[in-house]
């Protein structure tokens, strides 16, 4: 069994800053990617930011120069340090890993339940 559990989401006022973290654990033999997502309300869920199991990152064009992922694999970590926060940065985040458990042996997508990232004066 392997679990995602985000936290770090609320509410901040635009220009303000959030950082999310998304843990994952059970049996966990090897995580590759891990990236974060986002679904604002009637749109459809859009990649944020990804990073391979070596540090390799990739953002989405209006993320850039905002929002920085980074990962802790000593606790099978993920984090997203996002700055100048804007209105249109509103939406629920979802973390997601590809990861290898001791009961499935091959590389699956995982996902969290989310955490809502509110941007409003």
């Known amino acids: 069994q392997v679990q995602l559990v985000e936290s770090g989401g609320g509410l901040v006022q635009p220009g303000g800053s959030l950082r999310l973290s998304c843990a994952a654990s059970?049996?966990?033999?090897?995580?590759?990617?891990m990236g974060w997502y986002r679904q604002a309300p009637g749109k459809q869920r859009e990649l944020v930011a990804r990073?391979?199991?070596?540090?390799?990152?990739n953002y989405a064009d209006s993320v850039k120069g905002r929002f920085t992922i980074s990962r802790d694999n000593g606790k099978n970590t993920v984090y997203l340090e996002m700055n100048s926060l804007r209105p249109e940065d509103t939406a629920v985040y979802f973390c997601?890993?590809?990861?290898?458990?001791?009961?499935?042996?091959?590389?699956?997508?995982?996902w969290g339940q989310g955490t809502q990232v509110t941007v409003s004066s």
């Open positions: 059970g049996t966990i033999f090897t995580i590759d990617g």
């Open positions: 997601n890993a590809q990861i290898k458990s001791y009961t499935i042996m091959v590389l699956t997508h995982y």
């Open positions: 990073i391979s199991s070596i540090g390799d990152t």
